[in-house]
């Protein structure tokens, strides 16, 4: 079967796959396990070391970390994630530069090719894009690829690939459309990442006990968060951490900076690196600590901080550090979230930190109206301000109205925190 006339841009490939295939998720791994197969991407490993990181949040951090760390010991590396912020490109970074549009194109067209290469295949547009990702990795064959997991994790397309090291950051409920609201089940799901003989690093502390049955039926070796591997709380001297090499022995880090990341997710980095055969050296440790960033999460702009945090664990977690980060001035939340999210469960966690909201609505079938989002919130009695068509209304309203001692956290979506990157940038 042939194809008609490909693409010429990276928009116009991005446009067709999205128009593609009928549904923008579909799990399984018989379709995109094959037309990999055709790839060749079966028959050799994509890198001389690979981990793969799954998990509910933490995620993003984690693999951020991971390759600033690898990069700090003189590495090559590439990394596959999602989603997006601003640019497709920031799905797949080689040594830390955002992949370039030729790269992104001859990824999907070998993908376009194997997948009509005998009986077609019908792909989503995330696995096209795994896919070519896994193409532009392997044509590279860096030191070290790190690959996020988009959703769930035993029937998700980056699980074609077999890791060195996996990772499982936290589990909490979020996807429910997809994964069900069964904390036991979305354990399972996320620990098929696991292999039999190959390190399973764990990083959450309250991990339902299915993961480590799963591990114990492949074989997987249990590398857990305050079992194997600790982390202290930080000071002025900053923070420690102590783990272990492949074969058990003993290591030790201090003085390590607060990289204004999760300190669990920063362990468990250090950890999945030391497993996945890295020396690590004390001085390029904390270098790569204090100098890595993650656009989005916690991402101070002035007076204004994003983070796409859109379920109740990560509302915690950004209550929990604005409350260690006291301001003179009122703290606003401006929200947008999408439908099938737990607005009430965020606002909940958020509720302690709020002096006031702005709530806006987000674009698109499961968009959450600005109206709609704000219910919830004066439920609680919570002092809803103002009510935004979108994003960037939304912060103009806010912008206007700003003390400066005041704040502004933005969250509840990747939409959400996209949209008002977007603003940020085009006002300079």
Known sequence: MTSPSLPASLGAWLARLEAAHPVGIELG????AEVARRMGLLDGRPAAR?????GTNGKGSTVAMLEALARAHGLSTATYTSPHLLRYNERLCLDGQEADDATLIAGFEAVEAA?????????TYFEVGTLGALHAIARRQPDLAILEVGLGGRLDAVNVIDPDVAVITTIARDHAAFLGNDLMQIGREKAGILRGGRPAVLGGLDLPISVREV??????????LDEAFERSEPGAEGWCWQGRGPQGKPLSLAGLPDPGLPLDNAATALQALALAGVGLAPAACRRALAEVRLPGRMQWLGQWCLDVGHNPHAASYLAKRLLERPCAGRTWVLL???????AEGVIEALAPIADAWVTVSLEGERARSAAALAEPIAARQGDVVHRADSPQAGAEWLEA?????????????FFTVAAILAWKQASG
């Open 29 to 32: 791994l018989e379709r995109v």
């Open 115 to 123: 997948r009509l290469d005998g009986e077609p295949v019908s792909l």
């Open 336 to 342: 947008g979230m999408l439908g099938d999210k737990d």
């Open 50 to 54: 690979v981990i793969t990181v799954a």
């Open 401 to 413: 109205r700003l003390a400066p001692e005041d704040r502004v956290l933005v969250c509840g979506s």
């Open 215 to 224: 591990a114990a039926e492949r074989g997987a070796e249990v590398v857990a």
